[in-house]
């Protein structure tokens, strides 16, 4: 007869095999290629954090250009979020995408910046609104129709206008977006919603 194994033996058992099944099914969101880098990255190796920052740097740009449009300090902002990624490389635990970690660096950068911006702009943009008239928003014979949209969408509240930039123009699901802005999937559809409400508001005038 075989004999029984002690409890904390069969505990021991089923903690080994829990951990060597979610071993299996983590995925891979490093490339070994990625791995290296990061890895060089960590131990300050300068040629790694050079490549680190030529493979992403397009990235952060695109996104912080979406998110303030043409801006002067856009530069300036871009080493602050390399900066703030390079001093948080030990404690990436490459449980995400590199560059969905990024992104949550990046918007924690311009949050922010951008509530700050929102509302000093808001009452000058209330009275330039009235003072323009109308009739002035969506000429499309007239004006760029991109320079137009950039500039509606700078008309958005910050949180509304992140979640929009993220969902259209990155192609980030509502679950990688709500992972990012550390938010509830709902609330991240909510803001969804609303942000493309108030552009059909201001498209048609209704602002």
């Known amino acids: 007869m075989d004999q029984a194994l002690p409890i904390t033996d069969l505990f021991a058992a089923d903690a080994t095999t829990d951990a060597a099944a ?3 099914r983590a ?4 490339t070994t290629e990625e791995q290296l880098v990061l890895a060089g990255a960590r131990a300050g190796n300068p040629r790694a954090l050079r490549q680190f920052y030529e ?3 397009s990235q952060v740009r695109g996104h912080l250009y979406r998110l ?3 801006d002067s300090e856009i530069d300036d902002i871009v080493q602050t979020v390399f900066a703030r990624a390079f001093a948080a490389l030990g404690t990436f635990k490459g449980n995400s995408a590199l560059s969905t970690w990024l992104y949550r660096i990046t918007t924690n950068t311009t949050h922010n910046l ?3 911006r929102f509302r000093r702009n808001r ?3 209330a009275f330039q609104w009235w003072t323009d008239g109308r009739d002035a928003h969506l000429q499309t014979g007239r004006v760029d129709v991109r320079g137009e949209a950039e500039r509606l969408l700078q008309r958005l509240a910050p949180d509304l206008r992140e979640v929009f930039v993220f969902y259209h123009y990155e192609g ?3 679950q990688e977006i709500s992972q990012i802005l550390d938010k509830p999937v709902s609330t ?3 803001r969804l919603t609303r942000a493309r409400k108030r552009l059909q508001d201001l498209v048609h005038g209704d602002a």
């Open 22 to 24: 979610t071993e299996v």
């Open 27 to 30: 995925p891979e969101y490093l």
């Open 55 to 57: 493979a992403h740097q």
């Open 68 to 70: 303030l449009g043409p």
């Open 114 to 116: 951008l509530r700050q």
């Open 123 to 125: 009452v000058k943009s």
């Open 172 to 174: 980030l699901t509502l």
């Open 188 to 190: 991240v559809g909510d």
